[in-house]
Nanobody, 121 residues
Framework: QVQLVESGGGLVQPGGSLRLSCAAS????????MSWYRQAPGKARELVAR???????NYADSVKGRFTISRDNAKNTVYLQMNNLKPEDTAVYYC???????????????WGQGTQVTVSS
């Protein structure tokens, strides 16, 4: 069974930084894309950043130049470095693994449980 466990969320003042981590476990051979999504109260879940297995990235316009996504394929872990945080970045942040191959399954997608990020003075 594949599990994604996020960490690193919390309360930060505007202009501050946080680094989110998401570790995938469960006899994994390959994960294609890994992404971060977020969902603010009353809003739809939105893509924040995505990184492919080869390291190509794309970002939502609202976070370009402030957030950086990276991954360690050997550890099946994805990171999100968030700088110059704004109150509008407040949301629950979710990790997403797209097309995962394990000992027993191929092609399934998985979500983490979410981690709260609150930007407030």
């Amino acid at each position: 069974q594949v599990q994604l466990v996020e960490s690193g969320g919390g309360l930060v003042q505007p202009g501050g930084s946080l680094r989110l981590s998401c570790a995938a476990s469960g006899s994994i051979f390959e994960i294609r894309d890994m992404s971060w999504y977020r969902q603010a109260p009353g809003k739809a879940r939105e893509l924040v950043a995505r990184i492919t297995s080869s390291g190509s990235t794309n970002y939502a316009d609202s976070v370009k130049g402030r957030f950086t996504i990276s991954r360690d394929n050997a550890k099946n872990t994805v990171y999100l470095q968030m700088n110059n945080l704004k109150p509008e970045d407040t949301a629950v942040y979710y990790c997403y693994a797209d097309w995962v191959a394990t000992l027993t399954t191929v092609g399934y997608d998985y979500w983490g449980q979410g981690t709260q990020v609150t930007v407030s003075s």
